[in-house]
Structures are given as C-alpha cells and as structure tokens.
C-alpha cells in the first residue's frame, strides 16, 4: 500500500489524518513542522505527501523547493487564489482547503496516487472484485450488474472503508444535491449491493448513521 507523509503542525489534526489514512490501509509518518520533511525525505521513500502551507521553521512553499519526484497534495487555510496558484505552480498535484471534509481528503489521495500509478486499479476482497477505472464489478469471476448509483456507493464505501459513512452523505455522493429522494433511497440499494455480492455482513450497517465497509488486512 502507498506510503504518506503527513506534514502538519496541528497536532489534532495531523493524528486525524494519519487516522483515517491508516483506516483505509495507507502506510503513514507525520512531521509537524517544515524543516522535519529533509530529514524525512532522507530516511524514507514516500509516494504522497500531504503539505501544510503555514509550518513552523519552514514554511510549505519553501518546503515544495526541496521535494523533488514526490507527489505533493497542499493542505491550506487560505482559500486565497494566489496560494493556490502558487501551490500547483510550484509542481503541487492537487490542493485541498481546509477545513475539509475527511472523505474528500481520501478522495484527492486516492485520485493523485491513481494518476501516478501508486494505487491498484483493482480492489480485491474474497470473492468480489472491483474494476474501479473500469467501473466493473465482478463476483466469482462473472461480471454483476451495477446502475451507475450502485457503482458509486461501492467505490465510496471502498474508498472510505473502515469509516462509518452516513445515509445522508452516501446519498449526496450517489445521487447529488438536486436529487428529491430520501436515505431510504440509500438502504434499498446498499441492501441490493449485499444481496448481489453476499456482502451481508461486509458492508455492516452504523447504527443510527448509515454504513461501514469492513475490509482489514
Ligand atoms: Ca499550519
């Protein structure tokens, strides 16, 4: 699984991070401040790092000087323009503004270390398979029948699995905001989901929250 650095001074919010990145599989080490990522660099080979722009000793733009073939996703503050242009002028591949939301973290990640080839294409667990740049579901080896709907609730649980997910958000990912439907909506496809993979007890249900995609290693 891919390695990431977490360079963050807020303390909480960097144990978050590495939390949830760890949740869903992720190898990770933080640093908490600028002049931390060389010594990092030097020891460890990483394939993502997620950059803070306001560091102690150094701040993110100076640190971006000294990274050299690492994919770096900016984690800034600012909503500014100009940070952010600086940021992806400076060879950034995304930037994220905070404060974000968990999943659209883990969706950027996912998304820049799928365009540098450090992700599987392919997620794997028992007897399903899940072609996520395909959009192909296959179980024992036959292809399944997804709608576009049920597609998106899988490779959302997937993506986010081992992390409680809410009726309400699931529907907003699936369906969007303009969608008149309510979360009912959400547990008659996620029941189809278990039903066409046998994934009854994979895709646990949250109480009083929504769903959970059980996959450790
Ligand atoms: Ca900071």
Not at 39 to 53: M, P, Q
Not at 125 to 133: Q, R, S, T
Not at 168 to 177: F, V
Request: net charge neutral; with cysteine; aromatic share 8%.
């Amino acid at each position: 699984m891919a390695k990431i650095l977490i360079v963050e001074d807020e303390q909480p919010i960097n144990n978050l991070i590495k939390k949830n990145l760890e949740l869903v599989g992720y190898d990770c080490a933080s640093v908490f401040d600028g002049a931390a990522v060389s010594n990092a660099l030097a020891s460890n080979r990483f394939d993502l790092i997620l950059l803070d722009v306001m560091l102690p000793k150094l701040d993110g733009f100076a640190v971006m000087a000294q990274i050299k073939d690492t994919p770096v996703i900016f984690l800034t503050a600012r909503s500014d323009v100009g940070d952010k242009v600086r940021g992806l002028r400076l060879g950034a591949d995304d930037y994220i503004v905070k404060p974000f939301d968990m999943m659209e973290l883990l969706a950027r990640v996912e998304s820049v270390l799928r365009r540098t080839q450090k992700l599987d294409k392919t997620f794997i667990l028992g007897e399903v398979e899940v072609d996520l740049a395909g959009r192909q579901v296959y179980f024992k080896g036959a292809r399944v029948d997804f709608t576009p709907q049920e597609f998106t609730l899988i490779e959302t649980l997937i993506q986010n699995r081992n992390i409680a997910l809410s009726r309400d958000k699931l529907l907003e990912i699936a369906w969007g905001y303009d969608f008149g439907g309510n979360t009912r909506t959400v547990d008659v496809h996620i029941s189809s989901i278990r039903q066409k993979l046998g994934w009854e007890d994979v895709i646990k249900t949250v109480y009083k929250l929504g769903y959970r995609l059980e996959a450790r290693k």
